[in-house]
């Protein structure tokens, strides 16, 4: 199976999985960070989807999943938020991990969504140990 065709059959799994009128913010984009080194990001109002590939002999599809429960403004187009997760690892080795992302969003523009976040959290799927990754990105609100 190729690349396109996993992150686009995960865009439509993901898209059916819940009601159209969840999603009042819907935005699309481009992140950086680790685990991935570059990768797509998609956010439907509260729901952050990101696949990243690590580049490097094997290559690695790291895609997550988020819920953020707390969502507050800071100050004037400036926003912080945090709530569980987990990266699930398509590669050798396979790996899956609950996550806690914290973040910030800041709003430099209309319909324009600048982000980074640090993700601590605990990988349970192949081995048992401590989980830490990053991303920043930028996404376009539709």
Known sequence: MSMKTLLLSLVV??????PYQMYADTGIGIQFGHPGTVGMSLRFDNIPIGAAWRFGNSGYLHTTVDVWLLKENLAEHLDWYLGPGVDLGIGDPFLLAARVPVGLQWFPAERIEVFGQLAPGLQIINKSAFYFAGAIGIRYIL
């Open 13 to 18: 799994f993901v898209s059916l999985l819940a």
